[in-house]
């Protein structure tokens, strides 16, 4: 089964994290989560959205990554690293899709 939602994030929260995904940036903490949202399909089933510091953000710009759970919490699976904040997440569970497509206001 194929289960979508949409996470609408603010619009300047959208522009600072496609900007630190993009380039390196001195005021990011090393190994921070910059960005962390959860979206819940039908099912119960989650997918955290988040946007990772490198170790060394003054010289690697922050990547981006969906996270899907089960509803006890269980960890299902990861998308691969990303470059780019806003657009699609997408993780195959067996025969289960999910994708959350992340906009801005």
């Known amino acids: 089964m194929k289960y979508e939602q949409v996470l ?4 300047v929260v959208a522009v600072e994290m496609e900007r630190i995904v993009q380039n390196p940036d001195s005021s990011v903490k090393g190994d921070s989560v910059e960005f ?22 003054c010289e690697e710009p922050c990547w981006t990554q969906g996270v899907l759970f089960a509803p006890n919490g269980t960890e299902f699976g990861c998308t691969d690293v990303g470059e780019s904040f806003l657009g699609e997440y997408h993780i195959a569970d067996g025969d289960d899709e999910y994708i959350v497509l992340v906009t801005s206001k």
């Open 8 to 11: 609408l994030v603010d619009g």
């Open 36 to 57: 962390d949202e959860e979206v819940v399909f039908e099912n119960g089933t989650r997918m955290a959205i988040q946007v990772c510091a490198s170790g060394n953000p």
